[in-house]
C-alpha cells in the first residue's frame, strides 16, 4: 500500500470522527452564517441558546440535518485532499533533494513550496468536491419556516399557527438535490466554488503552521531526547487547533459569502437577500450589513473548527502510524516465511 494512500485514508477516517463529534456546532454556524434579517442578527444568542432552539421548534434531527451527505463529503474531501497532498509533498521533497545535491537549498521544503503542495492538493479536492458540499448547506440552512419563502406558501399569515415539529415535512437528500437542480441546474451544484477556490488558503495556511511548527518540535525534541523525534497524540492534537485558530481568523469572510451563494435564495421579496454571484453578494452584504456581517458566527466557528481540526489530526497521524506498525509487521513476518 503507497503512503499516499495510507494518508488519504487517514485523512478519511479523521475527518469523518470529527465531524460525528462536531457536526451540531457546525448546523448551527452555517444557520448564523447566513442570517440576513439585520434584527434577529442583533439580537446576539449565544450557539448553546440557539442550538436549544432549534430542538425546541424543529427537534434533535435538525441539528443533524444533512449528517449523511456530509459524512461522505469529510470522506471525500480529506481523502482526495490527503491523497494528493501527500503526492504532490513527495514530489516538492525529490525537487528539494535534488536542489541540494546541485548546491541549492539545504534538502528541505520550505514555506512557500509548502503553501503550493496545500493549495494544489485544496484546489483538486475542491473542484470534486463541491457539489456534495452545496447539498449539505441547503440541508443545514433548511427549517420548517423555509416553505414560507417558497412559491405556493407566501400567502401563509404572520400571526398563523406554526406546525409542530412532527408536523414538518421531511427534507432529505433527495429534496436538497432536485431543489437545487430545479433552481439552477446542474452549474447550481457548483455554486460558491469562487470563494471556496480563495478559501484553501484556509488549509493551506493550516498545514504550513502545522508543518512549521511540527518540524520545529521535532528539532527541538531531537535536541533534548538525542535523536528522538516522537510527538505524542496530545501534542499533534494542539498543534493542529493552533493551526486551524490562525487560518480561521484570515479566511472567515470568504466561508461566509460561500455559505450566503450555497444556501436557498430568495427568489421574491427583498432582492437584498438575492445573491447573483460572489461580488454581487459581497457588495450587498457591506451595503446592508456592514462588516459585521462577514463575522458572523465566527465565535462558533471557531470552536467547531479548531475542534474538528485538532481530533482530525491526532487521529490521523494515530492511524497512519497504526498502519506503517502493520504493514512492517506484515513485511517482516513475509520475509520470514520466505527465508525459512
Not at 407566501?154 to 408536523?167: R, T, W
Not at 506498525?325 to 513485511?331: R, S
Request: with cysteine; net charge positive; aromatic share 8%.
Amino acid at each position: 500500500m503507497s503512503d499516499a494512500l495510507i494518508n488519504g485514508l487517514a485523512g478519511a477516517g479523521g475527518g469523518i470522527i470529527a465531524q460525528l463529534i462536531t457536526y451540531p456546532l457546525q448546523s448551527v454556524n452555517t444557520r448564523q452564517q447566513t442570517e440576513r434579517d439585520v434584527k434577529k442578527a442583533k439580537r446576539k444568542h449565544g450557539t448553546l441558546e440557539q442550538m436549544c432552539q432549534v430542538v425546541k421548534n424543529e427537534g434533535w434531527g435538525r441539528l443533524y440535518s444533512g449528517l449523511a451527505p456530509s459524512i461522505v463529503g469529510t470522506a471525500c474531501s480529506q481523502g482526495v485532499y490527503y491523497y494528493f497532498y501527500k503526492i504532490f509533498r513527495d514530489r516538492a521533497e525529490a525537487i528539494a533533494r535534488e536542489n541540494k545535491r546541485n548546491g541549492i537549498g539545504d534538502g528541505s521544503v520550505g514555506m512557500l513550496s509548502s503553501l503550493m503542495v496545500a493549495a494544489l492538493a485544496g484546489c483538486t479536492n475542491v473542484l470534486l468536491t463541491n457539489p456534495i458540499w452545496v447539498v449539505v448547506t441547503r440541508m443545514q440552512t433548511h427549517s420548517k419556516n423555509s416553505n414560507k419563502s417558497q412559491p405556493g406558501h407566501s400567502s401563509i399569515a404572520p400571526d398563523e399557527k406554526a406546525l409542530d415539529p412532527i408536523e414538518c415535512p421531511p427534507y432529505g437528500t433527495g429534496h436538497a438535490i432536485q431543489e437545487l437542480y430545479d433552481e439552477a441546474g446542474i452549474q447550481g451544484f457548483w455554486k460558491g466554488v469562487f470563494p471556496t477556490l480563495i478559501m484553501v488558503s484556509n488549509p493551506s495556511m493550516q498545514f504550513m503552521l502545522y508543518e512549521t511548527m511540527l518540524k520545529k518540535l521535532k528539532k527541538k525534541r531531537a535536541l533534548v531526547k538525542q535523536g528522538d523525534t516522537g510527538v505524542t497524540a496530545l501534542e499533534i492534537f494542539l498543534l493542529g487547533a493552533l493551526a486551524k485558530l490562525g487560518a480561521t481568523v484570515v479566511t472567515y469572510p470568504l466561508l461566509v459569502v460561500k455559505s450566503r451563494l450555497q444556501a436557498k435564495q430568495t427568489t421574491t421579496g427583498d432582492k437584498r437577500h438575492h445573491y447573483e454571484g460572489t461580488l454581487d453578494a459581497i457588495l450587498k452584504m457591506i451595503r446592508y450589513e456592514g462588516l459585521h456581517g462577514f463575522y458572523k458566527g465566527m465565535s462558533t466557528k471557531i470552536v467547531q473548527s479548531v475542534l474538528a481540526a485538532a481530533v482530525l489530526f491526532m487521529i490521523k497521524e494515530e492511524l497512519v502510524r497504526g498502519a506503517r506498525m502493520l504493514l512492517t509487521k506484515g513485511g517482516t513476518s513475509t520475509g520470514r516465511t520466505r527465508a525459512a
